[in-house]
């Protein structure tokens, strides 16, 4: 769908560079956007630790902005994790049309589904949902649900499963070994005949 963002909404965009934040917390509810290309990443700071803690990643076809729907300020910041393209979409009475509401409901239940699920389990079980899940969002965006890119550092995977770098890393590698994944720089392929009771 968002393919058709510029027909459905309007023909706004905006070019986000890497590093560069889309909106900042606390910042005064603008409208929201949809991602045309890249990939974002969601993070508030976090005082006692004197680091951010990442809440999520968005990929083309995702939402951001839905945050403020409530108080009408962002609860977090958005950060561009490559070049990225979004399309504006205005408030919610001028996105609220169509198959885009039903994306606002599906979307917002799966954030938090995500949410839930992202710190459950042990290391190995963190990780491996973590790929399960991103595969089945470029399934979903009609691309391969085997080969994945990673826009995404495995530091910023440690730290939104809340696990260490070094954990990440050996984790990995023992999917690796166990040919659940090969993983050459931001390429991962998913093994097509492992299942979730295998790891």
């Given at each position: 769908m968002w393919r058709h963002c510029r027909q459905e909404?309007?023909?706004v965009t905006r070019t986000i560079q890497k590093g560069e934040s889309l909106f900042a917390c606390a910042q005064t509810f603008q409208g929201l956007f949809m991602?045309?290309?890249g990939s974002f990443k969601s993070h508030v700071a976090l005082e006692e630790r004197d680091a951010d803690m990442i809440l999520g990643f968005s990929l083309p076809g995702e939402l951001l902005g839905l945050d403020a729907l409530g108080e009408g300020r962002h609860q977090m910041?958005?950060?561009?994790?490559?070049?990225?393209?979004v399309c504006c979409l205005g408030s919610v009475r001028?996105?609220?049309k169509g198959p885009l509401l039903e994306q606002f409901s599906v979307q917002m239940v799966r954030?938090?589904?995500?949410?839930r699920h992202a710190l459950r389990g042990n290391a190995v079980e963190r990780l491996w949902w973590f790929l399960q899940d991103l595969s089945?969002?470029?399934?979903?965006?009609g691309m391969s649900r085997h080969t994945l890119r990673l826009p995404m550092t495995q530091t910023e995977i440690?730290?939104?499963?809340?696990?260490?770098?070094?954990?990440?890393?050996?984790?990995m590698r023992r999917f690796r070994d166990r040919c659940m994944v090969m993983y050459e720089h931001n390429r991962l392929r998913l093994s097509q005949t492992v299942r979730s009771d295998g790891i």
């Open positions: 909404v309007g023909t991602v045309l290309s910041t958005v950060t561009a994790l490559e070049h990225a393209e001028d996105a609220d954030e938090r589904l995500q949410a089945a969002r470029y399934a979903g965006l440690a730290n939104y499963l809340d696990l260490t770098h070094e954990t990440v890393c050996r984790v």
